[in-house]
């Protein structure tokens, strides 16, 4: 059975496409194209978006997307396993062993008895009470006790009421004209370009909210655009597309 990878570079070669072609198309970098033809799954960041980029680039060549991600899934099972049986065999051949011999534990048992018998009958007639330690004689208490000196007195300073700063105003902050924010709600790749340099490309875990300004113009890219609730400006966006969707968005003033 051939693999995804191979399905894949088939088809794509059959078309006469470049992977640079495929990038510009579906947004794929061409590094992730590369990786899942030759079956290296290892350097996609997470399976959420591996899979995503399965289906869109199985789609954008004109297969059938979901059964693509399906026989992934089908060839990343693990092999069934041969019975493991040798632990209970080890276990059954441990039961065969001989008990231990119980004359021997019970002589030992009475040995042990007699001793602790004898010793305790040492200690009683040699009267083994340990003598409580000598207590000190009583003394003088005058002769004991230190003269107490009398304690100066600490005049009392009067308290001066302490002024508090005065708090100098705060100006608002100021905003470029361009404000994206993004709460991300499931691990999500993400590439972020503002004034056309790129200031972040990575993983946003769950639970993260991220704001970036900017003068001209900000690009959102996301491996799946269904894991983020963007805002432009303070207006709600919404979602840019969904689980596993690799959407380009340009936000501009």
């Known amino acids: 059975m051939e693999t995804v990878g191979e399905i894949l570079l088939t088809e794509r070669e059959k078309r006469g496409l470049t992977v640079k072609d495929v990038e510009a198309a579906t947004s794929i970098r061409a590094l992730y194209i590369s990786a899942i033809e030759s079956n290296k799954f290892s350097v996609i960041p997470g399976e959420v ?120 105003t705060q100006q608002p902050p100021k905003t470029k004209p361009v404000v994206v924010a993004a709460k991300f709600t499931a691990e999500c790749w993400a590439q972020i370009t503002v004034d056309g340099k790129e200031v972040f490309e990575g993983i946003m875990e769950a639970g993260v909210l991220k704001t970036w300004e900017a003068e001209q113009t900000i690009v959102v890219k996301l491996g799946n655009a269904g894991a983020a609730e963007l805002s432009y400006n303070g207006q709600p966006v919404g979602k840019l597309g969904g689980i596993g969707e690799v959407i380009v968005k340009k936000f501009a003033r």
């Open 49 to 168: 978006y591996l899979k995503g980029f399965i289906r869109n680039y199985a789609n954008y060549l004109g297969l059938n997307g979901q059964a693509m991600v399906d026989l992934y899934r089908q060839q990343q099972l693990p092999p069934t396993n041969a019975a493991v049986d040798a632990a209970q065999q080890d276990t059954e051949g441990n039961a065969n062993t001989p008990a231990n011999n119980n004359g021997s534990v019970t002589k030992w048992l009475i040995i042990g008895t007699v001793v602790l018998i004898l010793a305790g009958g040492a200690w009683w007639f040699t009267g083994g009470k340990e003598a409580n330690p000598a207590q000190p004689k009583p003394g003088n208490p005058a002769q004991n006790t230190a003269p107490v000196q009398p304690q100066a007195q600490v005049p009392i300073q009067p308290q001066v009421p302490v002024q508090p700063p005065a708090t100098p």
